[in-house]
């Protein structure tokens, strides 16, 4: 007689979704906004304001629809993402309306076209379309890995979104908005997400050929003649950019995103020199003959020069708000930001952030953006697939260098390069290409948390038995 004795001691335990984490997560970053709101009206008028429940309940369905996306399509994503993303978002909206409620640019606007209309509902209403295009992110991309096999179609998408501003009438003396009828696209900010898909996919085929066929040279490997092609196309391009559109900050994202992603890929630190002098070379070639750099220069230098506030008192406007906010704000609503005037919902939003909350709050507001990108490389280091490691980093570096270089162009650390702060900034594109950034990075997270399947029976397994007498 034999007996056959099961030898498993652990039972298959499923790892955690932490859906109900995010729930939580979503709860605050829901209230937390509604009571800015609270406080600016408070401030503004004294009383509550009237659309305060209409906000909250708008931004808590979609939110809520969001969450319910997330728990159906992508089980085992990152719980904290969705929530970052959803605070921001709220917080935005909060000081768009806030600015909205200016009687100084309720009188500008309609002294300069007649009528004033508010941006907070169509700020509200960009922010349903990108939810949308998140779910839709999360429902068609079943696996992110399908998007290597378009690696050479994202690039030409890619370059036509960015030449195709060159042929419409530039808006501030740059050429980076299409114009449809009443509506305005700015395809950089789409354009950006189509590189990182681009780059992952050549740069996980090549960068064996990039990392080891180079020579050493002072401490440096010098990559060949014939692999320098890739990034002095990228260069060039770049600098055509910035030359025919007048276009800086797309232009340093693009640059910044490739180097980003091939030291990444090759972990040579010579790509990130030679990357650090070609930028270098670009910029001071083109800022000594192109007069629209050479103006961003110049009021980035002498930001209340005589001669630069006659033309702009913009970035001056923008460094006294900060320096009226002190350490802890002037509080949600009774700042002057509004001062600075078209741009202040816009370029300019983060010094209504930093006038009202101080630099407790901004450390605090920055913070969350850091936390964005620290669960984006976070992703990309649970990734198990080359291409998902490239991509999950190449999508959080895209939104790093574009929160530094607004950030650093509003607080007078570069020069102003035109682009909105993610999420907060009013901006139909900005904010629905965000939301489809933000929905790439959980479908990447998904697949780098989901457990891995059981192991097929083995056919030989009745040959491993323990078997007693």
Do not use: C
């Not at 007689?1 to 298959?12: H, K, L, Y």
Request: neutral net charge; glycine residues 10%; aromatic residues 10%.
């Amino acid at each position: 007689m034999s007996v056959v004795t099961n030898t498993t001691t652990i039972g298959a335990i499923e790892a955690p979704s932490r859906r109900n984490t995010e729930l939580m997560l979503l709860a605050f970053a829901v209230v937390i906004p509604v009571f800015a709101y609270i406080n600016v009206g408070l401030a503004l008028d004294g009383k509550l304001p009237a659309g305060v429940l209409g906000y909250g309940l708008g931004l808590g369905l979609l939110a809520g629809v969001a969450h319910l996306a997330v728990r159906k399509f992508a089980k085992y994503s990152d719980p904290l993402l969705l929530p970052l993303a959803t605070l921001l978002n709220g917080l935005g909206l909060v000081m768009i309306w806030r600015l909205d409620q200016s009687p100084r640019l309720i009188q500008r606007a309609e002294n300069l076209f007649g009528s004033f209309s508010p941006d907070a509902p169509k700020q509200l209403m960009y922010s349903a379309i990108g939810i949308a295009l998140f779910v839709a992110v999360l429902i068609l991309l079943k696996d992110h890995r399908i998007l290597q096999r378009y690696t050479y179609i994202s690039m030409a998408v890619a370059l036509v979104l960015l030449i195709l501003p060159m042929f419409f009438p530039a808006v501030n003396g740059a050429k980076i908005w299409i114009s449809l009828g009443p509506f305005t696209i700015q395809p950089g900010e789409f354009a950006k997400i189509i590189i990182a898909i681009f780059f992952s996919g050549y740069l996980m085929v090549k960068r064996d050929a990039l990392a080891l066929a180079s020579r050493r040279f002072m401490g440096l490997y010098l990559p060949r003649g014939r692999d320098l092609g890739p990034i002095l196309m990228v260069w060039a391009m770049s600098i055509l950019i910035l030359v025919f559109e007048t276009d800086l900050g797309t232009s340093l994202l693009f640059f910044g995103l490739f180097v980003i992603m091939l030291y990444v890929a090759t972990e040579r630190t010579s790509w990130i020199v030679f990357g650090l002098l070609m930028s270098a070379v670009g910029a001071v070639g083109v800022a000594s003959f192109e007069p629209h750099v050479q103006q961003r220069v110049e009021f980035w230098l002498n930001p209340f020069a005589e001669k630069t506030w006659e033309q702009s008192e913009q970035i001056g406007q923008a460094l006294m708000s900060f320096g009226s906010g002190g350490t802890l704000g002037t509080g949600l609503g009774q700042g002057d930001s509004d001062l600075i005037g078209f741009a202040a919902n816009s370029d300019f939003i983060l010094s209504t952030f930093g006038e009202e909350l101080g630099l407790a709050g901004m450390m605090a507001f920055l913070l969350v953006y850091g936390l964005i990108v620290e669960r984006g490389v976070r992703t990309a280091l649970a990734a198990r697939d080359p291409f998902g490691k490239l991509l999950a980093v190449g999508l959080s570096g895209a939104f790093a260098i574009q929160v530094f270089v607004v950030a650093g162009g509003v607080m007078g650390l570069i020069p102003l390069t035109g682009m909105t702060m993610p999420f907060v900034a009013y901006g139909g594109s900005s904010v629905i290409a965000n939301w489809a950034l933000i929905g790439i990075l959980i479908r990447i997270s998904d697949t780098a948390r989901r457990p891995a399947p059981a192991p097929a029976p083995s056919p030989d397994a009745e040959m491993t038995q323990v078997v007693r007498p």
